[in-house]
């Protein structure tokens, strides 16, 4: 917090759970590779981590009603739109790579699309994760394929 950052190579620092609020001198542009969806035009795709149930797995936790994902429904929410925190309310989305990083056993991955429009936040040095007000769910990956799981 607070921190004057100017001129400071932040490239390949790793800003995951960093509180940059108040933080001078940050390039967004140099320290979040995924600002290039801020590029996109028309749909753009993304991964949602679920429980088995379907809610975020960190919505318990976070004092906000959880929502329950299902494939084939459209979600609309209000979402915080500052860069600088980087979980929040909203609906939370990722690369593939951040949700499996994140997965764990009995675990969903649900694959969402969402339009450009509809994007309310990129955080700051994101590890993989951003936020989106809208969205709808359009299918649910198979864990054997993306290798998280051995077929039996």
Not at 91 to 101: F, R
Not at 118 to 125: M, N, R, V
Not at 126 to 133: M, Q
Request: with cysteine.
């Amino acid at each position: 917090t607070r921190a004057d950052l100017t001129g400071a190579d932040l490239a390949g620092a790793d800003l995951a759970g960093a509180n940059l609020t108040r933080a001078k001198g940050i390039n967004a542009n140099r320290v979040t590779p995924l600002r290039i969806l801020l590029a996109q035009t028309g749909t753009i795709r993304a991964w949602k981590l679920v429980t088995k149930d379907g809610d975020g797995p960190y919505a318990a936790n976070s004092g906000y009603t959880p929502i329950r994902y299902e494939v084939g429904t459209n979600y609309d929410c209000a979402a915080d739109t500052d860069e600088n925190n980087q979980c929040s309310c909203g609906i939370n989305v990722a690369t593939l790579d951040w949700c499996i990083k994140e997965w764990q056993d009995g675990y969903r991955i649900l694959l969402v699309e969402f339009d450009r429009k509809d994007l309310a936040c990129i955080p700051t040095g994101t590890d993989g994760k951003f936020r989106v007000h809208r969205c709808r769910v359009v299918s649910e990956e198979d864990l054997v394929a993306i290798g998280l799981k051995e077929s039996k």
